[in-house]
């Protein structure tokens, strides 16, 4: 193996200062520069993302192989198997091993696992890029209790204008999906991936890693709120969840039956919130909030 990322037993990570991440757009690796032609028929080049396999692994076995642009290969690995109930939040990881050459990771836990049966009972994801989710993975939000918190509009509005504005790989290259997690509006760990399951999964990894309390926080994503954006949110222990995109109706249903904050369709003034109104204060007087602009407009904003 030709690089190494070691993860500390748990007992030696709790101290560990959690690194704000944010996208870094001028990471050669991420993105190509592809030459084609317009509307006219003249030449263009821009930028496109790069897709890379990756493959992983839990202990000895092969788990699943992703498709995603790979920037954080460990905090990945370690989210998908947290929200695949994989691996509990007080398993111990001793190891985690990533090879570029070969594109594969490898989780090793204290105790030994075995998921031949579970991974037979696969479930094809509404996620773009194809994700997947496993046949029990509904029991693991079973009886969940998201944790009291309060969302203020002005931490809202704070939020959307500082993602929509930040160097971004989506504002580069397009043709991805972005999630943050943040702290009073303000992001913390802002992940893009090919598709925003991959997106979540890192920041989940990212948390798990450095032990970041997240009853306090706000996840922002710029998909759309379905069952499979819910279900990882909630296990992840976070209340709110905010969307600039639209949502389904299982997402709806399955926040409201837990109790999260879901707002949807959030751009400019505006936002829908369906389930967990009870914790929006409404502090922040829209005749000073701006609209957006159409450079930081998404894919679907006209949609709604």
Request: proline content about 5%; hydrophobic content about 40%; overall charge negative.
């Amino acid at each position: 193996m030709t690089e190494a990322i070691q993860a500390k037993p748990k007992s030696a990570r709790e101290d560990l200062p959690a690194p704000r991440v944010m996208p870094d757009p001028q990471n050669p690796r991420l993105t190509e520069r592809v030459m084609g032609i317009d509307q006219t028929g003249a030449p263009v080049e821009i930028s496109v993302p790069v897709e890379r396999p990756l493959t992983l692994y839990l202990n000895s076995q092969e788990i699943v192989t992703m498709m995603t642009i790979n920037d954080y290969p460990e905090y990945l690995a370690l989210g998908y198997l947290l929200n695949q109930n994989m691996l509990k939040p007080d398993d111990v990881v001793t190891e985690v091993v990533y090879d570029d050459d070969l594109q594969v990771v490898v989780v090793y836990t204290e105790c030994g696992t075995n998921f031949e049966e579970k991974l037979k009972k696969k479930t094809l994801t509404s996620g773009c890029a194809q994700g997947t989710a496993f046949g029990d993975l509904m029991e693991a939000i079973e009886g969940a209790s998201l944790p009291h918190a309060e969302l203020r509009t002005s931490w809202l509005y704070h939020m959307t204008h500082a993602v929509n504005t930040a160097p971004s790989l989506y504002l580069e290259a397009g043709a991805i999906h972005g999630c943050v997690l943040c702290k009073e509006g303000e992001p913390v760990c802002y992940m893009e991936d090919v598709g925003r399951h991959n997106a979540v999964d890192k920041i989940a990894g990212w948390a798990w890693r450095h032990k970041v309390d997240v009853a306090d926080k706000i996840m922002y994503t710029t998909g759309r709120l379905t069952s499979e954006m819910v279900i990882k949110t909630v296990r992840m222990g976070i209340p709110i969840l905010v969307s600039r995109s639209g949502f389904t109706a299982w997402g709806v249903e399955l926040a409201r039956q837990v109790g999260l904050t879901l707002i949807g369709r959030t751009k400019g003034k505006r936002f829908i919130a369906l389930s967990g109104q009870e914790r929006i204060v409404f502090d922040q007087s829209l005749e000073f909030v701006a609209e957006e602009s159409a450079r930081h407009r998404r894919k679907g904003s006209d949609d709604d």
